[in-house]
């Protein structure tokens, strides 16, 4: 009964181990998912926020603004068109300058004109779409002026991009680096159980019958790992959202599950491959370089 408890404590030791190692990969690579989303949707949030304002006339008509908002809201690279009126426009700069400086009692009039704060689609976020936009509407009488930032979109996508192409570049050595540090635990857990192997084939076992049960136990070994660090990627959004409400905003339901289901899957999936080129490769070696 002892000899079976010692045979029994390695084997499971080395089945704890390998899962446990698989489950934290996975958690990291669960991590590295969630920030790309959330940089994604960040990047998205910025851009939408691009684009510029048209400044009318102090004799344009309501009819005026309404066929010129229409028009601009046509165009398929608009997301969104504000109209804000000069008193609306008199007490946002009033916000922002403080009550110190009363531009009211000063000038004795309004000096500002009303607004139209247009925003374009993240697709169209860059200065030569805006241009295309504001170029025929320059032309148009109602219009006094169009303020567009254009050297400050081109520096924001430049730092997007560099931010994108880092993450992709982390994301990629991640997903390698996870890769072989599954295959190479799901190999080790092979190794210990090679002499079995080989004791299977001296006594005629196919090679389908020797490879199918370690298949087996390594698909169950992802699929627990990956259930262990879905468990551990649930506590850690749950945290962040009750964290911060921007967080829980962008990570909902339905960003979250299917990143979690792409874990256990992705966990399985590593693991029947690792034990897949494992078993074949203890399969075609003889006693002697079982030693090696």
């Not at 389908?208 to 259930?227: E, H, K, T």
């Not at 959004?237 to 289901?261: E, F, H, K, M, N």
Request: aromatic letters at 8%.
């Amino acid at each position: 009964m002892a000899k079976k408890r010692h045979h029994l404590i390695p084997l499971f030791s080395t089945r704890a181990t390998a899962t446990i190692s698989v489950a934290l990969v996975l958690f990291i690579l669960g991590i590295s998912a969630f920030v790309g989303v959330v940089t994604h949707r960040v990047t998205s949030s910025i851009k939408e926020n691009m684009g510029f304002v048209v400044i009318f006339n102090d004799d344009v008509t309501a009819s005026d603004i309404a066929s010129l908002r229409e028009r601009i809201m046509s165009s398929q690279a608009v997301a969104s068109c504000e109209y804000s009126s000069p008193e609306v426009v008199l007490d946002r700069w009033q916000k922002m300058v403080g009550e110190e400086e009363d531009i009211m009692r000063l000038a004795g009039v309004n000096p500002f004109q009303g607004e139209l704060d247009v925003h374009v689609k993240a697709s169209h976020a860059s200065a030569d779409s805006i241009n295309e936009i504001v170029a025929p509407l320059m032309l148009m009488p109602q219009v006094n002026e169009i303020k567009v930032h254009t050297e400050l979109i081109d520096q924001i996508n430049a730092t997007l991009k560099n931010v994108a192409l880092g993450l992709s570049l982390v994301a990629v050595a991640l997903l390698i680096v996870s890769f072989v540090l599954i295959f190479n635990t799901v190999r080790l857990s092979v190794y210990s159980r090679r002499f079995t192997i080989y004791t299977m084939k001296l006594v005629g076992a196919t090679a389908g019958f020797i490879r199918r049960p370690f298949l087996v136990d390594n698909i169950v070994n992802g699929l627990v790992a990956g259930l262990i660090a879905v468990v551990a990627l649930s506590l850690l959004v749950y945290y962040c959202r009750a964290l911060d409400l921007t967080v829980a905003s962008v990570l909902d339901v339905t960003v979250v599950a299917p990143i979690l289901v792409a874990v256990v899957i992705v966990g399985m999936l590593i693991c029947f491959i690792a034990a897949l080129f494992a078993t074949n490769r203890y399969l075609r070696l003889t006693y002697d370089e079982m030693f090696k």
